[in-house]
């Protein structure tokens, strides 16, 4: 699907969303445990069924440190939509 010299990120939405359903028509997911992306945007809306894993954590906040309470005050939000489409915010802290 993908032609020479091409790249993802020249791709549509629609085209995305075209190579994402082969890929899983073709290679069912058990074939494919991992799904690596340096970079990903999309332009419309992305559903995931299951879960995300995040692979990088860290045990402290730049404000507090370790092992303390969480800053009074995030230094932002983080705007989802639930399984319900219901608006949810998961506030973050500087590192």
Known sequence: MAFE????????VDRLIR??????????????????????????????IDQIVFSQFQTTVGAAGGASALPATPSGYIR???YTGQSKVIPFYNA
């Open 5 to 12: 010299g091409e790249t993802i990120g020249e791709w549509t």
């Open 19 to 48: 190579f994402l359903e082969q890929q899983r028509d073709e290679n069912p997911p058990n074939q494919i445990p991992t799904l690596v992306c340096d970079d990903l945007t999309v332009a419309g809306k992305l559903t995931l």
């Open 80 to 82: 989802i939509l639930d």
